[in-house]
């Protein structure tokens, strides 16, 4: 995941969701999944299409210089690679633990590639060593990364029932 700017897309598509569910939640945070547009685009139609249902992150990825930290009950709106707004997710689970310590379970909730750990574990290590790569800091297994299930709240013709 990477932090969004809010733009007036997203404070529009936010609003409706407010005013459909009469939420009095004002806060929100801004995100798109990968470190390409295109990418971040598949996996946004992933989250639309119901089969994405979680996401990771690297627990250095958050904090004052970086992205907000997640937490459960926390409203996110996804994005796309073109940054317009796809669906809104209500945090739902966290869990902080070592890159490795993924199961069975999360991958296939995550959606992606065959949804087996194997694949889940690849694609998050080539991702997250980019990450590393630009950052300057090692890449490892036991990295701490943040596992994080939502359901969709919006729009409703893909809103979790």
Do not use: N
């Not at 390409?36 to 996996?43: C, S």
């Amino acid at each position: 995941m990477a932090a969004a700017k809010k733009t007036e897309a997203t404070e529009h598509f936010w609003r409706a969701f407010r005013a459909a569910a009469e939420a009095s939640e004002c806060q929100y945070v801004v995100v798109s999944f990968a470190d390409r547009a295109e990418v971040a685009t598949q996996l946004a139609e992933l989250v639309v299409d119901g089969r994405k249902r979680a996401t990771a992150a690297l627990l250095r990825q958050f904090g004052p210089e970086g992205e907000p930290r997640p937490i459960v009950g926390g409203y996110v709106v996804l994005v796309d690679g073109d940054g317009q707004p796809c669906a809104i997710w209500r945090t739902k689970e966290l869990r902080l633990g070592p890159l490795v310590s993924v199961d069975e379970a999360f991958a296939w909730d995550e959606g992606e590639d065959d949804r087996t750990r194997a694949s889940w574990l690849d694609a998050h290590r080539a991702f997250f060593g980019r990450l590393a790569e630009r950052g300057g800091f090692p890449m490892h297994d036991d990295i701490e990364t943040v596992f994080e299930r939502f359901q969709v709240v919006w729009p409703p013709h893909i809103a979790d029932a």
